[in-house]
């Protein structure tokens, strides 16, 4: 995480994008990023005609990074994906 707190010093706008982010882990996610003001929108993503798993999977796999579903591991392997 140190590396994408040095994205802080660009002067532009960023956009995160989450469907697995549990609301009670948001406030973490401002920390870790040094996010000040945040625009959060959360709306309902359970539509049938999109394909969330297969499209987070490719991009987490172009990006090089760690993924995991609320079904997916132990509260203890989520908890270290989080901690990379």
Known sequence: ?????RLR?????FVFLTATLPASLVPH????????????IRSVSAR?????RALADKIANRLGCPIYYSDSGTAEEKAAVLGR
């Open 48 to 52: 049938a005609d999109l394909e969330t």
């Open 1 to 5: 995480m140190p590396e994408v707190k």
């Open 29 to 40: 996610l401002y920390e870790a990023l040094l996010l000040e003001r945040p625009l959060l």
């Open 9 to 13: 010093i660009l002067y532009y706008q």
